[in-house]
């Protein structure tokens, strides 16, 4: 397949396919690392945020924060801070979520009418539940307007691992195509974690055919692929657009759904999936308090990213800046700047330890969350935009 628009990526070097073995799409050799000159400071918001706060996202001029609290886990905001409302309650009504509320990585809705859908995961379940944000602050209760059984957010794998069958529950990565929950665009790395199971962890279903479109990235896929065969996908506001920056290696994918066109962006002269991947040592230990730990040495590549018009912004932990780190437990990231023919624009380093991201386009305001300490920063992007 062909990248697109070729006038685009003149400046870019395009790898010749003859050259690899394994990656089945164009590739775009470009050169992104420690490109970083600005920081760009972070702020902490003022705000009172929801006991274990877990997520944040912009729907048009409202923040919404998921949480891990005993009550509503939904809580609205507007784009100033002031707490407009809380919702999704725990229960097992219509209108209540089982365990947990998942956001689709910021996607949501809007009606003809203005109105202002998201589409949340109910965390036990794994169903799709479509909330009325818009109903729901008028009413200030949780209005839900409609409900996918069908669909899981969560598959159920069994392997053997020496002699020993064992089961655990697969994290789906999917989005929504046409504002609809029933035409589905999914990654599924989970599946390839044993040859019995694997299936092409790309694809799309429509809702009117039901039909499966199956997208090929590698010509083949070896277990030892399976730690940098991941990272979380986003798609672009208006078009059936998907990107998926890789969490442990230097790749961008894209997937042009309606064009039919796929290839990825890469670091020029790193890690490939043609290269012979190391193998990370495994280190037990001990902490003070006694509990048992198992971490590795392989580095985090790209983090989350979030979405505007003509551009994407993903955070980046592999480079110089995020290395050197003062504490390795709280890296900083730098922020990259991608436009969406897999052009790259620009980077700035963020002064502050995030781990996910959300753009308020009208104001140029990145907001990034602190997982460890439930810390909320606001980033002003206003100077440090691409032209």
Request: proline share 4%.
């Amino acid at each position: 397949m062909k990248p697109f628009p070729l006038l685009a990526l003149t400046s870019l070097l395009i790898c010749s396919c003859s050259n690899r073995h394994r990656v089945a799409v164009d590739v775009i050799e470009t050169d992104f690392l420690n490109k970083s000159e600005v920081t760009v400071h972070g702020v902490p918001v003022e705000a009172s945020l929801p006991l274990g706060a877990s997520g944040i996202a912009v729907c048009d001029t409202f923040i919404i924060v998921t949480s891990g609290g005993n009550q509503a886990r939904l809580h609205v905001y507007s784009t100033h801070w002031q707490p407009l409302g809380s919702f999704c309650n725990i229960g097992r009504a219509r209108n209540e979520f089982l365990y947990s509320v998942g956001l689709t990585y910021g996607q949501f809705f809007k009606t003809d009418d203005g109105s202002i859908l998201v589409p949340l995961v109910d965390g036990r379940s794994g169903g799709i539940k479509v909330l009325d944000l818009t109903e729901s602050l008028k009413r200030q209760s949780t209005v839900l307007v409609q409900q996918r059984d069908d669909y899981y957010a969560y598959r159920f794998i069994k392997l053997n691992l020496d002699g020993a069958e064992v089961g655990f529950a697969a994290p789906r990565e999917f989005q929504f195509l046409n504002n609809d929950i029933y035409n589905t665009f999914e990654y599924n790395a989970a599946l390839t974690v044993h040859p019995d199971f694997y299936e092409e962890p790309y694809y799309s279903i429509s809702r009117d055919t039901t039909e499966i479109k199956r997208i090929k990235f590698l010509t083949s896929i070896d277990l030892e692929d399976i730690d940098y065969y991941e990272g979380s996908i986003l798609k672009h506001p208006d078009r059936n657009l998907i990107i998926q920056p890789f969490s442990t290696m230097d790749y961008i994918l894209f997937i042009d759904i309606d064009k039919d066109n796929t290839f990825a962006v890469h670091q020029a002269g790193s890690l490939s999936f043609d290269d012979r991947l190391p193998t990370y040592e495994m280190t037990e230990g001990v902490t003070e308090d006694g509990l048992q730990y198992i971490e590795d040495n392989m580095i985090q590549h790209f983090g989350h990213a979030a979405s505007a018009d003509s551009f994407f912004m993903v955070l980046y932990f592999a480079g110089d800046y995020s290395i050197n780190t003062p504490d390795p437990e709280n890296p900083l990231a730098e922020l990259l700047f991608f436009d969406w023919d897999g052009k790259f624009l620009k980077s700035v380093k963020l002064d502050a330890p995030v781990w996910d991201i959300a753009y308020d386009k009208s104001r140029q305001i990145l907001y990034g969350m602190d997982g460890f300490n439930e810390e909320i920063y606001s980033f002003d992007l206003t100077a440090v935009l691409p032209d």
